[in-house]
Each structure stands twice: as structure tokens, then as C-alpha cells.
């Protein structure tokens, strides 16, 4: 049974796991999280990640996601260079350090961000996405700073901004200053606020903790992707706290929307399209 | 008024046993005929010593302690202390009233102010009613709504924080907890008035920077502030919560600490053994450093007040590259 990937688990809690398991799809077949089916990875990668029997939104890469929904070749990366330290000489199980270095030589990453700037059916966005798969997408300084230039430039571009978040909050390794990257990012949109350029915001599995408390609430537009968790504290955390079951689909998409807390559910395959469309009539 | 039962944490234990020695024989001197002045003299200079002893050198996780202790004065204690003519303005005019947040107008060496700040409750009751100082979104919106009314009235704000964090509950996500911490951050960002805001017990996460994001940054010496509470912290990373101690440790919470990274602006000291063993006095030193600093804020113009926050929470973060 190799081939299949094994049935992944996604613990959220306030704040990110120590060691995240987001789903991962490796060889030729992939078994969906939600209706088991036998897909051909081919067949899934072609369908943005969505199993076609069941519609359930698998973890689609960074990469891959401003691939497909930006134009062809427009993308163009910004602040590659920026890298993590390690402010606080934080050891838990594993030093920071160690697992920054052991991280980022499995991904290729050197953090939870990639941003850049590209274009949407024509219009120019200034935009991020998180690598949830990088210490379950946690902000710390480098995403902090890099979300904060995505609104910088876009102010500067006069461009609107799109921010594609999953992550599990703030990252607790580098303590009190991730904390503080939700007051600065917060405080980089005001001023992208002062023009009149668009924020859209696009909620994906998992959104949480201190990144959901901060820029990823403030859009002008919020969009959510189908059943993705969303919320401020971490299911676990409200279970432990209020000593009762949470009811079925509690901090889900379909729950926000109902509750008035975002704008639309998007599916996938609508994805693009919707967001060329709010570009058109407002950036 | 760190009244109501008395509290005590271990390690103050010696102290306040030998402080009750102390008082039990002046007691005894003032009704009997045995004179216990030289002995209480001894006594009392041994207390000195061990007062000093406990608490120059208390661990983090000490310090976590004492900023939770019950009898620690709260937010409005130190109204009581510092203001006159406070008048409260409740309400989020959406959806309720959450006293954890407790807020209004008043007046600051007679000029007016707004003032607001978490709050616990002394005893069961009230801790009931104060939800321990964790507010639910309504309770930031009233925070946002008072400090646009601070902005309208030109009044410069202070805020105080003490909690272990935002409620996690349906409730509250519900009614969008998320949404109405990110929405204060963005809003006291833009604030064209002088705020400033100083931890005086807990600064909880994200439940305690919504109510945190000032010209100025201070907090009191035995006061804590932290991406996640060292429990927390401790049950994620170290897959035991028994550990927060070691926890607390690693993210380095204390005014010490933040005032070393520079996310604070000043460390206020507190009265030997801590601010519950003389509230006045604590108060009195609180008072005369946010005299100080809206004193230094009142030479800036609004638009100067804006990019002076602006600039201190755009440059927090270490990371290489450009
Ligand atoms: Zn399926």
C-alpha cells in the first residue's frame, strides 16, 4: 500500500502544531481524506486538487495554487532573499534552529510565504500565499514582514492584493515577536486603506489563531474556500474550555457564511474567475 | 484594593509567615506588659532581608505567577487610584455588553481621557461575570468603539491589559472573535490621538494586543506578555503541560525580557514583593510614568501620533536579507 498516501491527519490548535501533517500526496495514486476513493495523482493535480468524486478541497501547494490562478508567466517573486532567525534561541523538543534548517531543506522553502506580484485576467495584484506545510504556515518575523510588502507594494503599484492564508497562527518559536507581526501587518493595511485599491482575502484549510485575528479578517472582500476550518481559537482548545462536543461543521466555511463572518464560498474551479470578476469591477 | 480573601504563592509563604509573627507580637506589646521591641526589631529586619531575597531574582515562571495573582490590583483598581470623574460607557451596540472590558471617560490630573482595560473579578462571583478577564468579540468592539469616540473628542487613550487571553467558546466564534481583534489592531493603527498601553498582569496573545497597540508600550514589573500562555505553549511544544515553567523560559515574557527585545517602551518598577503588597504606591508609580509619556505625546500632531505607531509596530521583527 505504498503507494497510497497515508490518511493524514490535521490537528489544529490555537497555534500551530509543533510538527503539522498536512496532507501529503506522494506517488502515482492518492487516496481522498474524505471519501476514500482511489484517484490518480495525474487526474487530481489536473482538478486543482479537488477529488472529483467527492468535491473535498485537498491542500493544494503554494506554487502550484499562483500557477494555476494567476496569467501564464506573470508572477514575478519578491523578498526570496528574507530568512528567519532565531530571536529568542528557542528549544522545545528540537532547537529552532535545527528544525528551521531540517524544514527548509524538505521543502525548499525558507519560510511560510511566497509573495510576489502578477496578474488576474489582465489586472495586477500585489499578492501572498502561505506554505502551510512550513511549521503549519506559522508567522513569524519573515512572513510578518513579507505580508506587510505585499500591501506596501500594492499601495505603491496602486494595485489591489490578494492574500491566500492557511495557517495555524502565530509562530510560538519566535514568541513575542510573532505576536507582534499581527499589529504590523494590521497596521500596513490601514495604510494600504488610505487608497482605493482592493483587499481580497481568500480563506483556505486552516485559518486560525493570530493570522485569522489579524490581516486575514480584514479583506474588503473575504472568500473562503469549501469546509475549510476557520476560526480564532482551535477546536481543541473551545472543547478543553467549554468541557462539551462541538456541533458538526463549527468553525467551517459553510458555519461562517451562515454567521455573516465572510463574503462567499468559492469553489476551486470557480476560483479564478470570481476573483478576475471582483478585480474588474473594483480594481 | 487588593482586598477580599488573601492569597498566598509559595514561595511568598516565609515572608508572610514571618510578617504574621511580627504583627502577633506587637499585639502582644501593645496589650501586655512584656516589652518584644527589639525582638520585633530583628524580625523585622529579617523580613527585609527575605523580601529582598524572594523577590530580586524570581524565575519567569514566578513572575507568571505573581502576574496572575488574586490579589493583584486590576484595571479598576487603578482607576480608583488614578482617576477622578470616571463615567463607564458600555456596550457594542450589536450585540451585548461584555464586562471584561471595562471602559469610559475620566479624567487624568483633571484633563479628560478615555480609559480602558480587561478585567478580572476578586472572587467566584464576580470572576463569573468578568468571564475571568477573557473577553468575547463584543467586548473588543466596545474597545473600538470607545477609542473612535476617544479619536472624535481628541482625547488621548489608556488602555490596560490583563488577560490570560480572548474566550474561546462557540459563542464567541460565532459572533467572529477573529474578526474583532483584527479590526481593533487595524483601527488603533490609524488612531489620531495619543494611546498608551501598559501591561499590568497578563498580556495574553492576540485577546491581550487588541486593546494593545500604542505609542507607547510599558508594563509593570511583574507582569507577563506572550504569544501563548507558558501552559499552552508548553502542551504544543514540549507535549506537556507540567512544563510551562521551562515553557516560560523559552519565550522569555517578562517586562525584563521585552524591555531587552525593545518591544517595550519601559519596565515600571513595583513595590517590594509586588504590586498587591501596597496598590498605592504601585499606582503611584504607573501615574507618574503615563504623566510622563503623555506628556512627550503631546508634542506630537496627529499625524505625527499615526506614523509614530506606525513606524514602532512596522519595525518589530528580526529576520536577515533585505
Ligand atoms: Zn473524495
Request: hydrophobic content about 40%; some cysteine.
Amino acid at each position: 500500500m505504498a503507494w497510497f498516501s497515508k490518511k493524514p491527519r490535521i490537528a489544529v490548535d490555537t497555534e500551530p502544531q509543533a510538527e503539522p501533517r498536512p496532507s501529503r500526496m506522494e506517488g502515482l495514486w492518492a487516496k481522498c481524506e474524505t471519501c476514500d476513493e482511489i484517484i490518480y495523482r495525474q487526474e487530481l493535480e489536473k482538478n486543482w486538487m479537488v477529488c472529483p468524486h467527492c468535491e473535498h478541497h485537498h491542500y493544494w501547494a503554494a506554487r502550484a495554487r499562483l500557477a494555476a490562478l494567476l496569467d501564464p508567466d506573470s508572477f514575478e517573486e519578491f523578498d526570496k532573499e528574507l530568512e528567519p532567525q532565531d530571536p529568542l534561541g528557542f528549544s522545545d523538543t528540537k532547537k529552532y534552529k535545527d528544525r528551521l534548517k531540517s524544514t527548509r531543506k524538505n521543502l525548499g522553502e525558507p519560510d511560510a510565504f511566497i509573495s510576489g506580484v502578477g496578474r488576474i485576467q489582465g489586472h495586477q495584484v500585489s499578492v501572498g500565499c502561505f506554505v502551510f506545510e512550513f511549521m503549519g504556515g506559522s508567522m513569524g518575523s519573515v512572513v510578518g514582514e513579507k505580508v506587510a510588502r505585499v500591501f506596501e507594494r500594492a499601495h505603491e503599484l496602486k494595485c489591489s492584493a490578494i492574500v491566500f492564508s492557511a495557517s495555524g497562527g502565530a509562530r510560538m518559536q519566535e514568541g513575542i515577536f510573532s505576536l507582534m507581526q499581527m499589529a504590523k501587518t494590521s497596521a500596513a493595511i490601514a495604510r494600504f486603506r488610505t487608497g482605493t485599491r482592493p483587499y481580497i482575502s481568500v480563506l483556505l484549510n486552516p485559518t486560525t489563531g493570530g493570522v485569522a485575528a489579524s490581516f486575514s479578517w480584514l479583506g474588503d472582500v473575504i472568500l473562503a474556500e469549501p469546509k475549510a476550518l476557520i476560526g480564532f481559537a482551535g477546536p481543541r482548545v473551545i472543547e478543553q474550555t467549554i468541557r462539551q462536543k462541538l456541533p458538526e461543521g463549527f468553525q467551517r466555511s459553510e458555519f461562517l457564511l451562515d454567521h455573516g463572518m465572510i463574503d462567499a464560498i468559492i469553489h476551486r474551479k470557480d476560483l479564478r474567475a470570481k476573483l478576475g470578476q471582483i478585480l474588474g469591477l473594483l480594481g | 484594593m487588593a482586598t477580599g480573601t488573601s492569597y498566598v504563592l509559595e514561595f511568598e509563604r516565609p515572608l508572610i509567615e514571618l510578617e504574621k509573627k511580627i504583627d502577633e507580637l506587637k499585639v502582644l506589646s501593645t496589650s501586655g506588659t512584656v516589652d518584644f521591641s527589639s525582638e520585633i526589631s530583628k524580625l523585622e529586619k529579617k523580613a527585609k532581608k527575605l523580601q529582598t531575597e524572594i523577590f530580586s531574582d524570581l524565575t519567569r515562571w514566578q513572575v507568571v505567577q505573581m502576574s496572575r495573582h488574586p490579589n493583584r490590583p486590576y484595571f479598576l483598581d487603578y482607576v480608583h487610584y488614578l482617576f477622578t470623574d470616571f463615567v463607564e460607557l458600555c456596550g457594542d451596540r450589536a450585540f451585548g455588553e461584555d464586562p471584561s472590558i471595562v471602559g469610559g471617560f475620566a479624567r487624568f490630573d483633571g484633563k479628560p481621557v478615555m480609559v480602558m482595560g480587561h478585567q478580572k473579578g476578586r472572587n467566584t462571583k464576580e470572576n463569573m461575570a468578568r468571564n475571568f478577564g477573557m473577553p468575547r468579540p463584543e467586548g473588543y468592539r466596545k474597545a473600538r468603539r470607545l477609542m473612535e469616540l476617544a479619536e472624535r473628542f481628541e482625547k488621548p487613550i489608556l488602555t490596560f491589559v490583563d488577560t490570560p487571553g480572548a474566550y474561546p467558546g462557540i459563542g464567541a466564534e460565532e459572533r467572529g472573535q477573529a474578526e474583532a481583534i483584527a479590526v481593533n489592531l487595524e483601527v488603533m493603527s490609524r488612531l489620531r490621538v495619543p494611546i498608551i498601553s501598559t501591561v499590568v498582569g497578563e498580556g495574553g496573545s492576540g485577546g491581550a494586543l487588541a486593546i494593545g497597540v500604542g505609542n507607547r508600550v510599558l508594563m509593570l514589573q511583574n507582569s507577563v506578555y506572550s504569544v501563548i500562555s507558558p501552559e499552552g505553549c508548553a502542551s504544543i511544544l514540549f507535549r506537556d503541560a507540567a512544563k510551562a515553567d521551562k515553557a516560560a523560559d523559552a519565550m522569555r515574557l517578562t517586562a525584563k525580557d521585552l524591555l531587552e527585545m525593545k518591544i517595550i517602551d519601559e519596565a515600571i518598577a513595583e513595590p517590594a514583593g509586588g504590586a498587591h503588597r501596597d496598590p498605592a504606591k504601585m499606582a503611584e508609580a504607573l501615574g507618574k510614568t503615563l504623566r510622563k509619556h503623555l506628556g512627550q505625546l503631546a508634542e506630537l500632531s496627529p499625524d505625527e501620533l499615526v506614523q509614530d505607531r506606525y513606524a514602532k509596530f512596522r519595525a518589530l521583527g528580526v529576520f536577515s536579507g533585505r
